[in-house]
């Protein structure tokens, strides 16, 4: 009976649908690049902008500046206090978000055709003449305080950091990117300026804009938006030694539930085995029901709600990592289970079956990604973060068909590491052979 | 300077009802002879379908003493059918490059697939099969069963959050079984069994008690076709109980919970009033509330931020909080984090001298005028959205609420008045029919 309904499966396997995105390269008469999406069905935009660096960029006496920087950018600019600011955006339905990551600091932003200009004035004030008035620092400040006290209590804020400091040593990674309870204390309206003069700059810029506007509105848009950010701002760090040895470290953390992260060394974007890595993750646990972590970990053994791992090439490192949460009494047992499948794939790589499995689902599942005007803004500038081109959605599902199984069996032969396989539990666990930290 | 701004919007604004009236073309209802309610979404941009199967049950449909079926069972639908092997629907899905999922609540219990439009066939097919046919081993109950206490563990028993926010709601609901979690009390979820979740399937799982929800790049009648050919054939339950649920009483006392734990950094206050929700062809009071919230506490220009943060630096948040669709009574939700200094004591003072004020003060014309104005544009950035509006259709028409509801609802907004939301306020913000909660570290931690 199955075997029947497979094959009626196989049979309407036909083309897939296709991303109908179709990305201009534009530049601006000031010569701004950007990548643009027209679409003029809906009356409005959105516009993505990434710089690249982020919370990388603190000076080394002023940790967590960036971040309470960016939380400050809409807090009041220009001649409007925060509250002005922010009625005036409420006015314009218009939405802007400032965000920031050890990568990059982002802005996304949503405006209907109506009053565009009216949005990008108020964006071009955050983004060039934020105040910084006393009073919203000391505001924000406190809301960035009251989250690390939570996170020293979260189990999976606890693993990460532990992870980090463990994995990048010295290097501005291993920092947690909002700073430290004294750290944030600490921070002066200058370490803000100067967060601000780090990582607002032109050189580091990346563009992404999709909806109701042609290449010339853009064009003046940009030019408008850009004409008063510095040109450059703080170089950017070397690269990060990642040294993880195997092993387990506990975290001991009174909660019933242990959370693990786990890793090594990963493979960056531009290697030319990271299409074969990335296809082999997907089969080992990126995602879905059908991975062999999930399969193995929650299917068969019910011993999690959900197991994964990812590939984490960042700008200055690349990561392996993997996650799963399981009750004290059992964690021991899942740990034993992924590192038996860490090995497994090492060892022997993937079935036939499962790299077709894999190829038809990561395929089809392309073009799903791009729906919505901000999303495909956001992947967008991703793209160009990631030095891309602009053919690549038209190339990418092509490189993931080429992968084969003997370059999977290559790969996880060089990519998985099993005897540095390390695993950071938070919680209560049982039964671990481990030195607790 | 501002003055003109908002002169300028009201002429852009009104070209947009036109416009706005996009979304509801878009839309075709209709329902099949076995009782299944159809909607269709139609955005032909992508060529990708979202095919939904919503349920008219959820948890508040469970028997006492079985809580956590309604999600358990959710989970065992990914199990084995007379013709699929367990695991092998979402396997499918997958290897059609697509993604599936599936979701519980109070009120409805529903099924996804995402996935290229020319796919939607195979879906219904499996989709139709599930309803009916599911085919358990006593290893899936058991092993089934361990994932969901793992869930449990994780969302409830290592957050203190969400450990308060069960008992936040366990004290507000004392005779209706939205009192009860999702995903069940613990020491229910260790007995669930075979016959538990079998009784569950029987009773609830029918083309009667569903509505499909289709979005994306479709054409109704291709919907109806499909829909007729692979739903069309199972028979209607005729024994489907009536949606009856054990009402709460008026709420004459006040309730405080706290609930003390070592995880917790930092210390809040919530506060929860029973509220009406939105009912068929009467959906004001319930739009009145929606503003309320909004109002309160809907970020920095809400009027509890200006008391609470700006004219006091009281609370380091605050927000409020009102789910509207619902089938029975809600609750209308303000939470305040104090800043370092202020207890929770002081923190809940200045809160009712806050919402006391506000009722006196009244309601800012400009405040209001600037949420009308941010929903009207709302209905704009939605059509960019299908599988947000399916969404919409799917919680509203399980939640007692029909096709036409949805579509008023807001020209509804537009309409309320400031005398509405004050009377909404007076209505609702009452001492006497809330509950007060503090979420605190233990006291070890603060001696």
Redesign the interface.
């Known amino acids: 009976?199955?075997r029947i309904?497979a094959a009626l499966?196989s049979l309407?396997?036909?083309a897939?649908?296709?991303?109908?995105v179709t990305i201009k390269e534009v530049t601006s008469p000031g010569g701004v690049d950007a990548w643009l999406v027209e679409?003029h069905?809906?009356?409005?935009m959105a516009l993505e902008l990434r710089f690249r660096g982020g919370t990388s960029l603190d000076a080394d006496d002023a940790r967590g500046a960036t971040n309470l920087m960016v939380g400050l950018l809409e807090?009041g600019a220009g001649e409007l206090d925060?509250?002005a600011f922010?009625?005036?955006l409420?006015?314009?339905?218009a939405s802007i978000s400032f965000d920031s990551s050890d990568d990059d600091v982002s802005v996304s932003a949503?405006f209907?055709s109506?009053?565009r200009e009216?949005a990008v004035r108020l964006l071009k004030l955050a983004l060039t003449q934020p105040r910084f008035d006393e009073d919203a620092v000391?505001?924000v400040r406190?809301?960035v305080?009251?989250g690390l006290?939570?996170?020293?209590?979260d189990?999976n804020k606890l693993a990460g950091e532990a992870f980090a400091a463990m994995a990048y040593g010295t290097h501005p990674y291993a920092r947690p990117e909002q700073g430290t309870i004294t750290s944030v204390s600490a921070l002066t309206r200058e370490d803000l300026i100067d967060a601000h003069l780090r990582t607002i700059a032109r050189d580091r810029l990346f563009i992404g804009a999709v909806g109701d506007i042609t290449e010339e509105e853009l064009g003046t848009l940009l030019d408008d938006l850009l004409s008063a950010i510095p040109e450059t701002g703080a170089s950017f760090p070397d690269p990060a030694e990642v040294t993880i040895d195997g092993g387990v470290t506990v975290v001991p953390f009174?909660?019933?539930?242990s959370?693990a992260l786990f890793g090594h060394r990963g493979i960056d974007r531009d290697d030319p085995d990271f299409f074969p890595a990335f296809v082999m993750n997907h089969i080992l646990g990126g995602g879905?029901?059908?991975s062999r972590l999930m399969?193995e970990v929650?299917?068969?053994?019910?011993?999690?709600?959900?197991v994964y791992s990812y590939l984490l090439p960042k700008d200055l490192a690349a990561v392996y990592l993997g996650s799963v949460?399981?009750?004290n009494d059992?964690m021991a047992e899942a740990i034993d289970v992924i590192r038996a499948e860490w090995a497994r794939m090492a060892e022997a790589g993937v079935t036939a079956e499962e790299l077709d499995?894999a190829k038809?689902?990561?395929?089809?599942?392309?073009?799903?990604r791009?729906?919505?005007?901000?999303r495909i803004a956001s992947i967008m500038t991703g793209m160009q973060l990631q030095g891309l081109g602009v053919d690549y959605i038209t190339t990418r599902n092509a490189k993931v068909e080429a992968v084969t199984v003997e370059d999977i069996a290559r790969v996880a032969a060089r990519v998985m590491q099993p005897d540095n396989l390390h695993f950071v539990v938070v919680g209560q666990p049982e039964g671990l052979d481990v030195a607790t930290e | 300077m501002l003055r003109a701004i908002a002169l300028s919007l009201s002429f852009a604004f009104a070209g947009w009802s036109a416009q706005a009236q996009d979304i509801n073309d878009a839309v075709t209802s209709f329902e099949l002879d076995n009782g299944m309610q159809v909607v269709v979404i139609e955005d032909h941009r992508v060529p990708v379908v979202q095919h939904m199967l919503w349920y008219r049950a959820g948890s508040a449909d469970e028997p006492i003493g079985s809580s956590g079926v309604a999600h358990f069972l959710e989970h065992l639908l990914f199990k084995a059918t007379d013709s699929l092997a367990a695991g092998e629907l979402s396997a499918t899905v997958a290897a059609n490059g697509g993604r599936d999922n599936a979701f519980t609540s109070w009120d409805y219990t529903a099924y996804f697939q995402r996935v290229a439009a020319d796919r939607l066939d195979l879906m219904m097919r499996m989709e139709a099969d599930r309803m009916v046919n599911i085919r358990l081993t006593d290893r899936d109950i058991v092993t089934e069963r361990q994932v969901i206490i793992e869930e449990r563990n994780q969302r409830i028993e290592n957050n203190p959050r969400g450990l308060f926010g069960e008992q936040m709601n366990a004290a507000q609901f004392l005779n209706h079984r939205y009192g009860v979690p999702i995903i069940g009390w613990m020491h229910e979820m260790e007995t669930l069994d075979m016959e538990d979740v079998m009784a569950f399937y029987d009773v609830h799982y029918s083309p009667n008690n569903t509505v499909l929800i289709v979005s994306g790049d479709v054409e109704p009648e291709e919907v109806r076709t499909l829909a007729e050919k692979y739903y069309g054939p199972i028979p209607a339950n005729p024994a489907l109980p009536e949606r009856v649920r054990s009402e709460e009483p008026p709420q004459r006392a006040e309730r405080r919970v706290i609930y003390r734990d070592a995880r917790v950094a930092q210390p809040y206050l919530q506060r929860s009033y029973l509220a009406p929700e939105r009912d068929a062809g009467v959906q004001e009071k319930a739009a009145a509330l929606t503003f309320l919230a909004e109002i309160l506490g809907g970020g920095t220009t809400s009027y509890l931020a200006e008391k609470l943060q700006f004219d006091n630096q009281v609370a380091v948040y605050v927000g409020a909080f009102y789910r509207g669709v619902s089938l029975d009574d809600t609750s209308f939700d303000v939470l305040v984090v104090p800043a370092p200094d202020i207890s929770l004591e002081e923190a809940e003072a200045a809160l009712d001298a806050a919402l006391a004020q506000f009722v006196q003060d009244g309601v800012d014309a400009d405040q209001l005028e600037r949420i009308k104005m941010q929903l009207r544009a709302s209905e704009i950035y939605a059509r960019d959205n299908a599988e947000g509006i399916a969404g919409r259709y799917g919680r509203a028409l399980t939640s007692g609420l029909t096709v036409e509801d949805v579509q008023a609802w807001p020209q509804i907004l537009q309409t309320v008045t400031e005398e509405d939301i004050i009377e909404a306020a007076r209505a609702v913000l009452r001492r006497e029919a809330s509950v007060t909660g503090w979420l605190m570290q233990a006291e070890e931690a603060i001696q």
């Open positions: 009976m199955t309904f499966v309407c396997l036909a897939p649908a296709w991303a109908d679409d069905s809906i009356p409005f807090e925060a509250r922010a009625r005036e409420e006015g314009l339905a949503r209907l109506e009053n009216d000391e505001r406190q809301q305080l009251s006290r939570s996170d020293a209590r189990p009174d909660t019933p539930q959370v879905g029901f059908e399969t929650r299917e068969k053994r019910g011993l999690t709600y959900g949460a399981s009750a059992r499995a038809t689902y990561l395929t089809g599942a392309y073009p799903l791009f729906d919505g005007h901000g």
